[in-house]
């Protein structure tokens, strides 16, 4: 059995080969508030802690190491942004896995947003597809935050698959 002390961040390349230009840039702000003297914030990387891939691994090969690093993982982060896409890429797998293979609760950070108190319709449109299911059906244990690093900080040490998780889809913290 695994120590589950991660937290697993997931978010939409926006088929990017530059990371610069796709939501990877939020996940460099987690990892830029971390390695600062000057900011409170630390996070156990899930994707620390196993071995990295290569652009040019199987499919087979990647989602293996994304499990291991789920299996790892106390919680998981989705950053959200307006150009995250609905249905591409990996992001849905690693939703959906994270919920039905780890229960894991999800965390999702909104980029752009400032504070809100509960969740609009205009925030359920820019989820990918299976995250606004989750939301809509009320079928996984979700939490809702703006992407601010004090927000962050807060849900990523309090909701956990072996502590506290969301009420249901539509908390807000």
């Known amino acids: 059995m695994s120590y589950r002390n991660g937290t697993y961040v997931a978010f939409d ?23 600062s003297n000057r900011i409170d914030f630390n996070f156990v990387n899930s994707h620390e802690k196993t071995y990295g891939v290569r652009d040019s691994s199987s499919e087979t090969t990647l989602k293996s190491r994304l499990r291991e ?34 229960n894991l609760p999800i965390i999702v950070a909104y980029t752009g947003e400032t504070s809100f108190s509960y969740l609009t319709d205009r ?9 606004r299911e989750y939301v809509i059906f009320n079928t996984a244990k979700i939490v809702h935050i703006p992407f601010i690093k004090d927000k962050i900080k807060g849900t990523i040490s309090y909701y956990s698959v072996i502590g506290n998780k969301p009420l249901n889809s539509r908390t807000v913290y």
């Open 13 to 35: 390349g926006q088929g990017e080969v530059c990371p610069a230009n796709s939501d990877y840039k939020y996940f460099n702000t987690l990892k830029m508030w971390q390695n």
């Open 69 to 102: 690093r789920m299996r790892n993982s106390k919680n998981i982060l989705v950053i959200v942004s307006d150009d995250t896409n609905y249905d591409r890429g990996l992001l849905n797998w690693e939703i959906e896995t994270a919920v039905k293979d780890y």
């Open 123 to 131: 925030l359920i449109q820019k989820l990918p597809k299976k995250l």
